[in-house]
């Protein structure tokens, strides 16, 4: 039952390093996302990839780049930590039915607490 | 006007109380409607989808109302443990439905 996994939990890095945020879901979704959450700013989408192969933007998508590695795995990389980037990133995944309405409840990993210094 | 607003609250209410969020969207072409329970330091979680003109899950009620573009929802007989921040989360279009836009959550503590 492990759904949708993130690591690492914490990270701090200094400002210029670079590092990769993992993902994976074994919900066998098409479907994959990831969010920052910052204080009063609510969740917003930095990229997602609606199928393997697939990756486009979000709302806020500059200093970041992803990965759709298979089908399970979502990677988040930031080539150069501004502190700006300092946030909780959380990665979602979902499987979009369009039976009715169009229906996409996503469910999401424990997050990553990321600080730059 | 931001595309989802809820109000950021806090909410404090007794254990027991009767408790009402509101949450308007901007996009009247928006088809699908959420609401997410986030825990403190935790991930958000769905608590219930909003159909048509609203549904019932419990002590929990949802309501949307299209022609004026807000949705709401009612937690009858709160408990200490309904304490949490609550997501109003809405799916603006058909075709390619993959964004969701989040509120920025209401945070309500329930008092013992």
């Known amino acids: 039952n492990a759904g949708v996994t993130q690591t690492p939990k914490f990270q701090v890095l200094k400002t210029g390093q670079s590092m990769t945020l993992q993902c994976a879901q074994d919900?066998?979704?098409?479907?994959m996302y990831w969010y920052r959450q910052d204080p009063g700013m609510g969740l917003r989408l930095i990229y997602y990839?609606?199928?393997?192969?697939?990756?486009d933007k979000g709302e806020v998508p500059n200093g970041y780049n992803v990965s759709r590695l298979n089908k399970r795995e979502f990677s988040l990389r930031l080539e150069s930590a501004a502190p700006s980037q300092t946030s909780v990133y959380f990665c979602?995944?979902?499987?979009?039915?369009?039976?009715?309405?169009?229906?996409?409840?996503?469910?999401f990993g424990a997050g990553t607490r990321l600080s730059v210094l | 006007r931001k595309e989802v607003e809820q109000d950021p609250g806090p909410f404090n209410v007794p254990e027991g109380a009767t408790v009402a969020f509101n949450c308007t969207y901007s996009?009247?072409?928006?088809?699908?409607f959420f609401w997410y329970r986030q825990d403190c330091r935790k991930e958000p979680k769905l608590l219930m989808s909003?159909?048509?003109s609203g549904n019932e899950d419990g002590r929990f009620t949802a309501q949307l109302n299209r022609a004026s573009q807000y949705i709401s929802l009612l937690i009858r007989d709160s408990k200490l443990s309904d304490s949490a921040t609550y997501l109003c989360?809405?799916?603006?279009?058909?075709?390619?439905?993959?964004?969701?836009?989040f509120g920025q959550g209401t945070r309500l503590t329930i008092n013992p």
């Open positions: 979602a995944s979902s499987e979009v039915s369009y039976e009715y309405l169009a229906k996409n409840i996503q469910y």
């Open positions: 919900m066998n979704h098409n479907s």
């Open positions: 990839s609606a199928s393997e192969g697939t990756t």
């Open positions: 996009n009247s072409a928006s088809q699908s």
């Open positions: 909003v159909y048509s």
């Open positions: 989360v809405v799916n603006p279009i058909i075709q390619g439905a993959q964004k969701l836009v």
